[in-house]
T-cell receptor
Framework: GAGVSQSPSNKVTEKGKDVELRCDPISGHTALYWYRQSLGQGLEFLIYFQGNSAPDKSGLPSDRFSAERTGGSVSTLTIQRTQQEDSAVYLC???????????FGSGTRLTVV | GDSVTQMEGPVTLSEEAFLTINCTYTATGYPSLFWYVQYPGEGLQLLLKATKADDKGSNKGFEATYRKETTSFHLEKGSVQVSDSAVYFCALGDTGGFKTIFGAGTRLFVKA
């Protein structure tokens, strides 16, 4: 596609429920990243994909967080048993090569109530 | 590990004023350096980048020079406009891995 597409744009969920966030990167971009931006905070790295594999999962905050990427394209970030501290904007980015500058999606604003 | 430190905001300027947002970094190698901008209600956009020492990145009237000796990548603009009001993030490409490390962001307000 022309840009990085994320869905949903907004998600309100009850504490304890599972959520799935989707990212559709720019076609041909092999590198895909997930970040989290909490209110008034900078960007926190979560996970990086090169193709379908995830060489760097170091930023996932707990085992409630997981992500996968299929077909070298769409990625899904899953948060199980959501907690209030999971409330944030989840950003997806893709790039042609690592460390060459990203194209970001508009993000998914997750609110856990 | 690698890290980025940028000046705290908010920064408030009048239109046509000179802008500097300071950014310094710590890295074991020679990272690529970036500035990203987030306009109100929008996603992050890459503003400019520099990949080696003494490179100058520029875009939309903004400039930043990669200074290895001072480990800095300060963002400058000679004459800001109201439309430049946004949050600016300094970032570096992690030399030990594949991700980009972001600073905390600096909010800029430009008054007419």
């Amino acid at each position: 596609g022309a840009g990085v597409s994320q869905s949903p744009s907004n998600k309100v969920t009850e504490k304890g429920k599972d959520v799935e966030l989707r990212c559709d990167p720019i076609s041909g971009h092999t590198a895909l990243y997930w970040y989290r931006q909490s209110l008034g905070q900078g960007l926190e790295f979560l996970i990086y994909f090169q193709g379908n594999s995830a060489p760097d999962k170091s930023g996932l905050p707990s085992d409630r967080f997981s992500a996968e990427r299929t077909g070298g394209s769409v990625s899904t970030l899953t948060i199980q048993r959501t907690q209030q501290e999971d409330s944030a904007v989840y950003l997806c980015a893709s790039s042609l090569r690592e460390n060459n500058g990203y194209t970001f999606g508009s993000g998914t604003r997750l609110t856990v109530v | 590990g690698d890290s980025v430190t940028q000046m705290e905001g908010p920064v408030t300027l009048s239109e046509e004023a000179f802008l500097t947002i300071n950014c310094t970094y710590t890295a074991t190698g020679y990272p690529s350096l970036f500035w990203y901008v987030q306009y109100p209600g929008e996603g992050l956009q890459l503003l400019l980048k520099a990949t080696k020492a003494d490179d100058k990145g520029s875009n939309k009237g903004f400039e930043a020079t990669y200074r290895k000796e001072t480990t800095s990548f300060h963002l400058e603009k000679g004459s800001v406009q109201v439309s430049d009001s946004a949050v600016y993030f300094c970032a570096l490409g992690d030399t030990g891995g594949f991700k980009t490390i972001f600073g905390a962001g600096t909010r800029l307000f430009v008054k007419a």
